[in-house]
């Protein structure tokens, strides 16, 4: 009888990453797959929830049963209601005929509830009795059904927070979080961005008919790590696939590496609302010191507006100490040009954009 190798599934999601942070995630999965409880995924939009929760069930014994995904934050009360436990036929208008829910869609599998944290009290306190009982009845239904489904849930809002508020079930919360895997944000994965922008470049490069991947310029490298990446690895991709889709050589490394795909000579102005009025200067009395002058007033906003504005006055200073040289500008604030450059478009500091 011939030997076959034992392969992993087909659909096994592979993480690309060599920092700590990141793991660290990986080892805590591989410890966790293994054991049938539930967990709690957590992390900014766009740091690989659901490639983590896919993992989870892959890794486990369950990896040849069915793997269920819903987005709980796409539908109503009642449709996610529907959608999860199934209803009978004449549950509500419309329901013509019978239709089976996720949960036993999942039976022997596992259920990922993605954005767990908008779903309403009621669809909370049957996904309680779930997991307590792995119990439930479709709406419209008097039937107890059973199945054996493991859940995982996703979310990026604090679930701590809304429980102490009333906004989330805390028996569900204690239920959920057998254990909680943090993810962390691509900000705090810097030696990963190169790695990830050439995976991204190369699948980019393949759907596009390229032969080959030619890379990136150092500046584009510099432009990529120096990014703050709101929208982590999501956002990553994007701006990578757009780089290379606007690329008008395939035979040379990708130099210009656009982050804001709205960015645009021919973008509406912003408009604002309008600024408080302010009151009529009034005279200091005698003896009393004169009031500050606006510019030596400590500046308004929050953390972001302040360190923006410090980076600003940084930036316009250097230009014009240096008579508007970039390279020499650069250099006295001990940036790369390319970097340098960044930072002028993103505070608007380039000719033509309010410089």
Not at 31 to 38: G, Q, S
Not at 140 to 159: I, P
Request: hydrophobic share 40%; with cysteine; charged share 25%.
């Amino acid at each position: 009888m011939a030997e076959h190798a034992i392969t992993e599934p087909a659909d096994l999601p592979t993480p690309v990453g060599v920092a700590p942070a990141f793991t660290a995630v990986l080892e805590q999965v591989s410890r966790l797959a293994p054991l049938d409880r539930p967990v709690l995924v957590v992390g900014e939009r766009g740091t690989g929830k659901e490639l983590i929760a896919a993992r989870l069930h892959y890794l486990s014994r369950r990896w040849d049963r069915a793997f269920v995904k819903v987005n709980c934050a796409a539908l109503t009360d009642s449709l996610l209601d529907s959608e999860l436990f199934g209803h009978e036929a004449g549950a509500f208008t419309g329901a013509q005929r019978r239709h089976a829910g996720r949960f036993e869609l999942a039976d022997g599998g596992t259920l990922f509830l993605d954005e767990i944290a908008t779903a309403s009290p009621r669809v909370q306190e049957k996904l309680l009795r779930v997991l307590e009982y792995g119990e439930f009845e479709r709406v419209g239904g008097n039937r107890t059904l059973s199945v054996d489904v493991r859940v995982v849930g996703a979310t990026n809002a604090d679930l701590r927070t809304l429980a102490a508020t009333g906004a989330f079930r805390a028996d569900l919360l204690d239920r959920l979080a057998f254990d909680v895997v943090s993810l962390p944000p691509l900000r705090a994965r810097q030696e990963d961005i190169p790695i990830l922008a050439e995976q991204f470049g190369i699948g980019m490069a393949r759907e596009l008919g390229w032969s080959l991947f030619p890379g990136f310029t150092r500046g584009a490298l510099e432009t990529l790590t120096g990014h703050r990446w709101p929208g982590n690895v999501r956002e990553l991709r994007n701006a990578v696939e757009r780089a290379v889709a606007r690329a008008e050589r395939p035979d040379r490394p990708i130099a210009a590496v656009v982050l804001d795909p709205f960015q645009s000579p021919w973008s509406p102005l912003e408009v604002g609302p309008a600024p408080p009025p302010t009151a009529p200067p009034v005279a200091p009395s005698a003896g009393q010191p004169p009031a500050p002058d606006a510019e030596d007033e400590a500046p308004r906003g929050g953390f972001e507006e302040r360190v923006n504005a410090f980076e600003r006055r940084l930036l316009a200073e250097a230009l014009e100490t240096h008579r508007f040289n970039q390279k020499r500008a650069a250099e006295a604030l001990r940036l790369g040009y390319h970097r340098f450059r960044h930072h002028l478009r993103r505070h608007g500091l380039l000719p033509g954009r309010g410089a």
